[in-house]
């Protein structure tokens, strides 16, 4: 349930850094609940060449829908296909110091463990004098994947990294069967990059997304990609 009007009014706006999967539902959930935190919009990158949100390869028109689910502006960042380090934080800190002009002075971030990444995220929001916010940072994944099955949330596997788990994962419904099936070497949130997801169903959207699977394909020699529409 989200926190009332009275505690939203004096808590501190900040962006969430939205890919469209399941750790990002879950700290927008979190942010609504929360009395220090108020979600104001949602940050993405979109990959220019596909029109696809980087790495979870999922349409921007999908993207749109689940800003619109969920009740919050969209900011969407474009970065070139295969662009170096340099050419992303060029065009994110564009967007940061754009957030910054109204006001905002936080990005929240839904990453669970991974220390480097942490450190990473800080460092560049410190650059355009701002701090990022892990509001699921510590939480055990296994406990966080099964409560976002029991909440009522409903994801789609868009991504796999071959390299880590079978491709024929890809496409698969992100539930109970999927998490026993997985190799037990996997994080079962894929906070390692195993897979990607998308959410199509939450308590924190106002409807279910629409769509349909397509089939699969392997890019890069690695990465296996169900297109959804």
């Known amino acids: 349930m989200a926190v009332g009007e009275e505690s939203r009014r004096h808590s501190e706006p900040v962006l969430l850094a939205w890919s469209g999967g399941k750790d990002s539902a879950l700290t927008l959930a979190k942010l609504q609940r929360s ?42 960042v474009r970065i070139p296909s295969g662009s170096d380090n340099e050419s992303y934080a060029d065009r994110m800190r564009a967007a940061l110091l754009n957030a910054r002009s109204q006001g905002i002075r936080s990005v929240a971030f839904g990453d669970l463990f991974l220390q480097d990444v942490r450190d990473y995220r800080e460092k560049m929001l410190a650059q355009v004098g701002m701090k990022a916010v892990f509001p699921l940072w510590g939480e055990a994944t296994d406990a966080l994947a099964e409560k976002f099955i029991a909440s009522g949330y409903r994801a789609v596997v ?49 409807d279910s997304i629409a769509f349909t699977r397509g089939g699969t394909v392997l890019r890069d020699d690695r990465f296996m990609y169900c297109d959804l529409a």
Request: one cysteine or more; charged letters at 20%; a negative charge.
């Open 35 to 76: 009395t220090r935190w108020r979600a104001v919009g949602l940050l993405t990158t979109v990959t220019e060449e596909y029109d696809r949100i980087s790495m979870h390869g999922v349409r921007t028109s999908l993207l749109r829908a689940q800003a619109t689910a969920a009740g919050l502006p969209l900011t969407i």
């Open 158 to 206: 868009t991504c796999v990294d071959t390299l880590q788990i079978p491709g024929d994962f890809a496409g698969r419904e992100y539930d109970l069967e999927f998490l026993r099936d997985l190799p037990p070497q996997a994080d079962p949130c894929g906070e390692r990059g195993e897979f990607h997801s998308f959410v199509h169903a939450a308590p924190c959207f106002t």
